[in-house]
């Protein structure tokens, strides 16, 4: 009955070696959203998805991208991560004007 | 910019005990007000909402009441559990925009 899938739940990668998460959602939501949280903190938008348009925030760092090749996948890619990008990812979804946000469980990302 | 203020903790309460997490606001216009739940190692939880000035969002024991006049939606529970222990966010999102904002989070650690 998951509804927001994010794969892998754990990733470990070395410095500067690119790597993609995933998410895919059930729920036919028209946004999909890509938070980071690093320990202890608030969860920070990196960027989102309505539909086909994409949303970046201003002070998301170049280094993050992400792909949403269909209504049910989005993907988050790092082209060469850093140790201060080690964090939770977390994928999210809604409805749009802000309803019905559902998260998925998060990937632990540890750069080493 | 819109924001959301809340108590920060760490918070350690013994079971059977009251709780009281304060969350204000700053927002233009009427925005919708969430608490979520993040336990250890998981994504985040809706816990609960409330969409306009003087709803009440309730959930598993949990209350928060939309208080417009103070700006705020301070979350409460008459008796804690150990199961209760997990960071709580408060969060707000206005109408049109799909952005969640959220406040820094508070530890809650419950002993038996």
């Known amino acids: 009955d998951a509804m927001v899938i994010q794969n892998p739940r754990y990733q470990v990668t070395q410095f500067g070696k690119p790597v993609t998460l995933s998410c895919s959602q059930t729920?036919?939501?028209?946004?999909m959203y890509w938070y980071q949280q690093k320990s202890s903190q608030a969860p920070k938008l990196l960027f989102h998805?309505?539909?086909?348009?994409?949303?970046n925030e201003a002070d998301t760092p170049d280094n993050f991208q992400s792909r949403r090749p269909n209504t049910s996948f989005c993907f988050l890619d790092i082209r060469s991560p850093g140790l201060g990008d080690t964090a939770m990812y977390l994928c999210?979804?809604?409805?749009?004007?802000?309803?019905?946000?559902?998260f998925g469980s998060g990937t632990r990302l540890t750069v080493v | 910019g819109d924001s959301v203020t809340q108590m920060e903790g760490p918070v350690t309460l013994s079971e059977e005990a009251f709780l009281t997490i304060n969350c204000t606001y700053t927002?233009?216009?009427?925005?919708?007000l969430f608490w979520y739940v993040q336990y250890p190692g998981e994504g985040l939880q809706l816990l609960l909402k409330?969409?306009?000035?003087?709803d009440k969002g309730s959930n598993k024991g949990f209350e928060a009441t939309y208080r417009k006049e103070t700006t705020s939606f301070h979350l409460e529970k008459g008796s804690v559990q150990v199961s209760d222990s997990a960071v709580y966010f408060c969060?707000?999102?206005?109408?049109?925009?799909?952005?969640?904002?959220f406040g820094k989070g508070m530890k809650l650690t419950v002993n038996p």
């Open positions: 999210a979804t809604s409805l749009g004007g802000g309803y019905g946000y559902t």
């Open positions: 729920l036919n939501h028209n946004v």
């Open positions: 998805y309505y539909d086909k348009d994409f949303n």
């Open positions: 927002a233009t216009g009427y925005p919708s």
């Open positions: 409330a969409t306009k000035a003087d």
């Open positions: 969060a707000l999102s206005q109408g049109g925009s799909e952005k969640l904002v």
